[in-house]
């Protein structure tokens, strides 16, 4: 039972892998020997020569592997050190109003009195935003 063909270009895919896939075979059937004996040590080569390639590649996907799992990391220790925009805004607005109470606070006399000038620097506004509307 074959599988319904949505589109062109993966009927065109289909028929490339295939066709791959009997080339490989081809060449392979093409370059074994007559002998029957012989033939056995000469799949045996390929074989072993597809072994080594497939150790060499998973070394290298595993090599690829350690250094994605190392830019993760890097990513992650970055971003851990980065702020959003609208949480820098409102600490610098909680900064701003720290400051204005202190400096109110510290215009009183004696403490706890309210003067003009304490007055006054109770009433200087909030600071425009900077990085956010």
């Known amino acids: 039972m ?5 589109t ?5 895919r289909r028929e490339s892998a295939i066709a791959k896939s009997a080339m490989y075979t081809l060449v392979a059937d093409s370059t074994a020997p007559r002998d029957p004996r012989g033939r056995g040590d000469h799949y045996r ?17 595993k090599e690829l592997e350690r250094e ?12 851990s050190l980065c702020v959003t925009r609208t949480a820098a805004e409102e600490e ?5 109003r720290l400051a204005r109470g202190k400096a109110s606070i510290l215009a009183e006399w004696p403490p706890g009195v ?10 200087i506004p ?5 990085w956010t509307k």
């Open 126 to 130: 909030d600071p425009k935003p900077k």
């Open 2 to 6: 074959s599988r319904r063909v949505k």
């Open 68 to 79: 994605r799992d190392k830019a993760k990391a890097d990513k992650d220790y970055t971003l």
């Open 114 to 123: 309210p003067t003009s000038m304490s007055h006054a620097i109770d009433n």
């Open 92 to 96: 610098r607005l909680a900064a701003f």
């Open 45 to 61: 080569g390929h074989l072993a020569d597809a072994h080594r390639t497939i150790e060499t590649l998973q070394l290298r996907i």
């Open 8 to 12: 062109a270009e993966e009927s065109a």
